[in-house]
């Protein structure tokens, strides 16, 4: 069965400077994708980028972009030029047959 | 415009009773599913339907049930077998191998 394990409970970060939100996986399938959502204090979940374990490019949407490095099977989020917006929950997830495993999550803060 | 309707956004329960949460979607995916999250946690999964009239349980399918009678409608119902349904509920719909689409979410309470 597919892992996910996000190791940085809390993370702080200065408003325009960019940051690293860690996830790493395990799973024994070839094909999978990786996948990161935002979560603010409101509760929706919002979509912010995918990664198929088959790209030969890392992801990129906007200040968005995964870090995927397959060898050490980690997939991690960067944040470039941070936003007060940008405070919310952050979650890594793989999808195994359909479905989605989800990591712990990271909070993130951004200071004024 | 198209998206995931969950409602109600709080809902209270007694003890012994069920309850139902309801979630609807107008983006025409074939699958739908449920999870939960508790405080400061990930989530998990509960529910999954991937076409009409089937649906698989999850990690925690536990004291729920849900239907999958209408491609649109993945309803949840928190039965009184579920000793701790205090928790944030979230409902999903996705197309095969795309990103899944999220609710807004229902926060259930116990009276």
């Known amino acids: 069965a597919q892992k996910i394990t996000q190791t940085q409970p809390g993370m702080f970060v200065q408003e325009k400077e960019a940051v690293t939100l860690d996830c790493t996986y395990d799973t024994s399938d070839q094909s999978y994708g990786l996948f990161w959502y935002k979560q603010p204090s409101s509760g929706e979940m919002i979509f912010l980028i995918y990664q198929g374990s088959y790209d030969e490019q890392n992801a990129t949407e906007g200040r968005y972009s995964l870090n995927f490095q397959k060898a050490r099977k980690s997939a991690n989020l960067v944040i470039s030029a941070s936003q007060l917006g940008d405070s919310a929950m952050y979650f890594c997830a793989g999808n195994q047959g359909g479905k989605l495993i989800f990591g712990q999550g990271t909070e993130l803060s951004v200071k004024p | 415009d198209g998206g995931i309707t969950q409602s109600p956004k709080y809902l209270f329960r007694k003890e012994g009773q069920n309850v139902t949460l309801s979630c609807e979607q107008n983006l025409n995916h074939d699958a739908m599913y449920w999870y939960r999250q508790d405080p400061g946690q990930g989530l998990r999964l509960i529910y999954y339907?991937?076409?009409?009239?089937?649906?698989q349980k999850g990690d925690i399918a536990e004291g729920y049930s849900v239907s999958r009678e209408k491609k649109e409608s993945f309803p949840l119902t928190v039965t009184s077998a579920q000793k701790n349904p205090t928790a944030f509920y979230l409902c999903a719909s996705s197309i095969q191998g795309q990103p899944q689409h999220f609710g807004d979410g229902t926060r259930l309470s116990i009276l």
């Open positions: 339907s991937q076409i009409v009239n089937d649906f």
